[in-house]
Each structure stands twice: as C-alpha cells, then as structure tokens.
C-alpha cells in the first residue's frame, strides 16, 4: 500500500520503516525540515537500538524516503498514520490541535478515498472529533472522495521500538468502515502471516480507550509496587522477593514489578493524566489515577528522606545522579526522575552532578544549568553521597570498592535496587535502596 506517516517521532519513524520492512512504500513527513533532512542523510535523529540497520535496510530498497512538502506526501497516500505530538496541557489534557491539522492538511490535499489513522495517543471520542472536522472540511471544499477515520494504537517501548515494532504482543485497530478495516487488514497482513501475533479489530473509540487503559494500568502496577516497598522499609522485608512471589501468580506475572524512582517518559505521566482528565470530563472521578501519579512523586521524596537522614540538611551538599535518561536504552529525557530529582535537590540548596552514559549531549541542550560529569569517577569525586537513577549497565557494574573511594562520604543511595545490599553494607557503605535492605 501507499503509506504516509506524518510525524517522524518516535513512533512515527519507527512505524515507518516497519510498514516499509512489511513490503509497503511509505513516506516519512515532518513539518521540522532539519529533522526530515537529517533523516534524508540516512540517521535518525534520535538513537533507538537497531533502528539505523533497519532504516538503511529499507531506504536502500526504496521502500521509504522523507519529505517535509505536504502535498508531495500526501498526493498518492492510500493510508496516512498520524504520529504527531500529543503533548500535555496545563489542566491535564493532551493538546489536540495537531492531531487536528493533519486531519486539515489531509482533507486538504487527499486526491482519493483514503483511511486516516490516528497512531498518536490520544483519549476516546478523538475519532469522533476528527469525522466532524472532515465531515466540515470535505463539504466546504466540497470533495467528492470520502476520507475513513481509524485509530490503531502503538504500544512499543523507547529502548526496544524496532523490536517491539517489529514483533508486537498484538495489533489493535478500530474502524467504523469496511474500507478502513480491510485497509488495516492490508498494511498487517505481511506482519499477521510471519508472525501469526493477534489482531483486536474494533471500533474506534474501543481502540482509542486500549491505548490509555493499558498505559494507566501498567504505571499502576508500579506504583503499587512502590507503595508496597514503601511498606517493605518499614517492616524490614524485600520489595523484590516480595514482587518475586506475587509474580508466580500467573494472574499477576513479573513484568513491570519493579520497584524503585519511578515512572518517568513521555508517556505514562502524559497518559496518566490524559485517561483521568478524560474520565473527570466524562463524569466519573478516577481518584485511582491521582493516587498513582501522588505515589510516582512520593518516590522521589523517599529519596529525599534517605539522603537527609544521611547528611542531615542538603543544604551545600554535593550529590552525585548516576542516570539521568529516563530508563536505560535511551536518551529521552522527557519526565525523567533523575531530573525531578535534580529539582528537587537544588530546591533544597544541594549541587548535583550528573552522569549518564548516552543521555549527556541532551542534558547539555535541554538542562544546560545542570552541571555534568562525563565519567562515573568524574561524578562521584568528592560528592557527599551517589544516587542511581537509571539502571544502565555500566552503572549496574559499579563495585563498593569504587564508591568508596570515589565519594567524600560512603553514601549510596540505589535508587534503582541494581546492588546486592550485603555486599555494599559489608564493604562499608551506608547503603540505602528502595524498599529493601538498608543500612538502619
Ligand atoms: C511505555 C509502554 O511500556 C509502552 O507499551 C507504550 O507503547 C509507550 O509507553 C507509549 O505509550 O508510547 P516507555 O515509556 O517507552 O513505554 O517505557 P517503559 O519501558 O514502559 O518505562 C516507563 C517508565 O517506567 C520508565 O521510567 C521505567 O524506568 C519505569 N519502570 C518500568 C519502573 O519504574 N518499573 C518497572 O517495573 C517498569
């Protein structure tokens, strides 16, 4: 099929070269020229594992370029995804008015009968919008082809997008047509026949709702589990031996259990607050949602807590944030805990001092007042006291031995639970974790 994807984020960039490994010819438009020219020179512009093998491997086969002319990417579009930003407004919501002009420019410029796809996250009742803006749209220019909205929502994960792309738990489209539908079942078939991965037809706010309720689940599931560690410092258990045991259960499983800083990225808070600002418009209070976001938060403060009971104020404390990514595998620093962190340290009058593997270049655009170390040894140089925020390898890797020598003070604070607490507290650390053992 002729696919058109606008947005070349990173779930449009990523959807773009899947389509284009599945055998369709696709186009990447972004309104950002640098971004599009960056991608038009073979990188992307973002680093994500696998993705610049799997780019190179399609735009050599022609199967995908990038444009940032509109009407050059839409004029032969059978399909166009919408991966534009959703990002959050002051009250809650997602701001919508991208999502909107694509549904515009496609009206616009569309020369057949096509199907738009709503690939960005947004709440229920946005397909709905979206018919009554082309419904608008197709009778003022007065257009004869009709124009078939479908939401078909992306679940892959920053740090693994190619292969959960590639190989994904499910597909899940909603459409209201037979058009959209069978031009849905088109572009997954060659996926669907390799992989044999289960396919959700339904109806489009359905697909919509999936998105936010999955999203909403899983950041409940840590935060539960953060509340539960919480419990586990008080009563002197294991929040990971506890997670363990609960996770046998094949009802409740292992995954997303970890206890630690929290959730960060720029999709659980976004969508968080998304499904709840969604449930309040419609009439239902969803307190279950404000309790997981105040609980996401509270992690930061039980840092907080560790360190003051450490070094008493923070005040002229120099602390030490190994991580600053918002998990490990990426750069994104959308919502990252380590830079909540940072905040909420120099509120209180510390100096931070930031390390992270991959993620620096972007601290130094996007937080260029937040000092940088570029080793873990730079980091840890005098610093009063080390906190983990993002469990990267390297970081993983550290030896007592290390901190011990590093540090002004033997103070370590695993934000992350990625150290075996017998060896650091035998070594001599105070060492202090989320949820398990801790030095008293
Ligand atoms: C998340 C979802 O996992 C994807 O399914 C979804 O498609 C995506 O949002 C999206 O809506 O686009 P992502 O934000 O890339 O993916 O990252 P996750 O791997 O889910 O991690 C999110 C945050 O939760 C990270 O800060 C991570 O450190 C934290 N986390 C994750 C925990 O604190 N504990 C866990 O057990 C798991």
């Not at 960039?13 to 696709?26: E, I, P, Q, Y």
């Not at 959960?164 to 499910?170: A, E, F």
Request: hydrophobic letters at 45%; aromatic letters at 6%; glycine letters at 10%.
């Amino acid at each position: 099929m002729n696919i058109t994807v606008v947005g070349v984020g990173h779930v449009g960039l990523v959807s773009a070269a899947a389509f284009a490994r599945w055998g369709h010819d696709v186009v990447g438009y972004d309104d950002d020229a640098a971004k599009v020219a960056t991608m038009q020179g073979g990188a992307p512009w973002f680093y994500e594992p696998g993705l610049q093998e799997l780019l190179s491997e399609v735009t050599e086969a022609g199967r995908l370029r990038f444009t940032s002319d509109s009407d050059d990417a839409l004029r032969d579009a059978e399909i166009v995804f919408v991966c534009v930003g959703t990002p959050p407004l002051p009250g809650g919501g997602p701001n919508l008015s991208y999502v909107e002009a694509v549904g515009r420019t496609v009206v616009a410029q569309a020369s057949r009968e096509l199907v738009l796809v709503e690939k960005s996250t947004v709440p229920a009742n946005t397909g709905r919008r979206l018919e009554q803006v082309i419904a608008r749209e197709t009778e003022r220019l007065g257009l004869e082809h009709a124009i078939h909205v479908a939401s078909n929502p992306e679940f892959l994960k920053e740090g693994a997008a190619v292969e959960d792309t590639l190989h994904p738990d499910r597909v899940v489209y909603g459409t209201s047509s037979d058009f959209a539908r069978d031009a849905l079942r088109a572009v997954y078939a060659p996926l669907v026949e390799q992989d044999g991965c289960p396919v959700v037809e339904t109806d489009v706010a359905s697909a919509e709702l999936i998105k936010h309720a999955s999203n909403a689940f899983l950041a409940t599931r840590i935060s539960f589990i953060n509340a539960v560690a919480q419990i586990c410092d008080r009563v002197g258990a294991d929040v990971q031996t506890v997670a363990e045991g609960m996770g046998h259960d094949v009802r409740i499983g292992h995954r997303f259990l970890q206890a630690g800083l929290g959730y960060g990225g720029s999709c659980f808070p976004k969508d968080v607050d998304a499904f709840a600002h969604l449930a309040s418009q419609v009439g239902y209070e969803f307190g279950l949602l404000d309790e997981v976001r105040d609980i996401n938060a509270g992690q930061r403060a039980a840092v907080i807590r560790k360190l003051e009971h450490e070094l008493w104020h923070l005040n002229g404390k120099t602390i030490a944030l190994l991580g600053a990514a918002f998990k490990p595998g990426t750069d994104d620093l959308r919502e990252s805990p380590a830079l909540h962190l940072a905040d909420d340290l120099i509120a209180l009058g510390a100096e931070v001092r930031i390390y992270d593997p991959v993620a620096l270049p972007n601290v130094e655009v996007q937080r260029p007042d937040l000092p940088r170390a570029e080793t873990i040894d730079a980091a840890l140089a005098g610093a009063h006291a080390a906190v983990v925020c993002t469990d990267w390898d390297d970081i993983k890797k550290i030896e007592p031995q290390r901190f011990l020598e590093g540090l002004a003070y033997p103070i370590v604070i695993d934000g992350r639970n990625v150290y075996d607490p017998e060896a650091f507290i035998g070594a001599g650390l105070r060492y202090h974790s989320m949820g398990r053992t801790s030095v008293a």
